[in-house]
C-alpha cells in the first residue's frame, strides 16, 4: 500500500539555521503531496501541497518540490525561527480506500 | 469563517465512564474522520464517515462507537471497553474536491485523561 518515510525527530537547530526534512513515499499513481504542521496542543494544519510531478509548493518560507524521480517531497527553510517549532507531518499519499496511513512525525526545535 | 470545531478541549473521565467528544463542521464535507494521537506517535484512525448514515471502522475502533446523523455532526463515544483511552483525539474532514485528492481539514484536537 502507499506509504511514507520521514527523518526521525527530534530535529535541532539554531535561528537562521537551514532547515530540511526528508521524505520519501511509494505510491502507486501520481498522488497529490502534503505537508502538515502541528504546533503544541493544537490540531494539523496545511502547511503546503504539491498536486503533479515538479511541482513546487511554498507557504510562510517553507518550500517542497515534488519529485516524480526519486518519489521524494522534502520540506526545506532558508532560515527557521523560534515559532516554526513544531512537529512536521509528510502525509502519506491517499491509498486505494481513500485513507492515509501517517507516520509519526518530525519533531523540530528551534534555539534561539 | 468554515472550520471545524471540536468540544470539549480538555476531559478528564473517571475509570467505567463512556465520554462523547464533539465534532462539528460548517464546511459542507461529505467525509469526516476520527484519529487518535498517542506522545510521539503519528495519527491512526479510529472511525471514518464518507456520507450521513453511513460509517466505517479503522485501524484501531475497538473501545470506541460514532453516528453520522447529520451532515454536520460526528460524535465520538470512548466507552468504558476502550482499556487506555488517554489519548490526544482529532477530528478532520475532506471535501467533494479535497477528498480524492487526501488533503484533511483538522479541529484543534481534544485531550482526554482518565483519572
Known amino acids: 500500500g502507499n506509504s511514507v518515510t520521514q527523518m526521525e525527530g527530534p530535529v535541532t537547530l539554531s535561528e537562521e539555521a537551514f532547515l530540511t526534512i526528508n521524505c520519501t513515499y511509494t505510491?502507486?499513481?501520481?498522488?497529490?503531496l502534503f505537508w502538515y504542521v502541528q504546533y503544541p496542543g493544537e490540531g494539523l494544519q496545511l502547511l503546503l501541497k504539491a498536486t503533479k510531478a515538479d511541482d513546487k509548493g511554498s507557504n510562510k518560507g517553507f518550500e517542497a518540490t515534488y519529485r516524480k524521480e526519486t518519489t521524494s517531497f522534502h520540506l526545506e527553510k532558508g532560515s527557521v525561527q523560534v515559532s516554526d517549532s513544531a512537529v512536521y507531518f509528510c502525509a502519506p499519499p491517499m491509498d486505494s480506500n481513500y485513507q492515509l496511513i501517517w507516520g509519526a512525525g518530525t519533531k523540530l526545535i528551534i534555539k534561539p | 469563517d468554515g472550520g471545524i470545531t471540536q468540544s470539549p478541549k480538555y476531559l478528564f473521565r473517571k475509570e467505567g465512564q463512556n465520554v462523547t467528544l464533539s465534532c462539528e463542521q460548517n464546511l459542507n464535507h461529505d467525509a469526516m474522520y476520527w484519529y487518535r494521537q498517542d506522545p510521539g506517535q503519528g495519527l491512526r484512525l479510529i472511525y471514518y464517515s464518507q456520507i450521513v448514515n453511513d460509517f466505517q471502522k479503522g485501524d484501531i475502533a475497538e473501545g470506541y462507537s460514532v453516528s453520522r446523523e447529520k451532515k454536520e455532526s460526528f460524535p465520538l463515544t470512548v466507552t468504558s471497553a476502550q482499556k487506555n483511552p488517554t489519548a490526544f483525539y482529532l477530528c478532520?474532514?475532506?471535501?467533494?474536491?479535497?477528498?480524492?485528492?487526501?488533503?484533511?481539514?483538522f479541529g484543534e484536537g481534544s485531550r482526554l485523561t482518565v483519572l
Open positions: 478532520a474532514s475532506s471535501g467533494p474536491t479535497s477528498y480524492y485528492t487526501g488533503e484533511l481539514f
Open positions: 505510491a502507486t499513481g501520481y498522488p497529490s
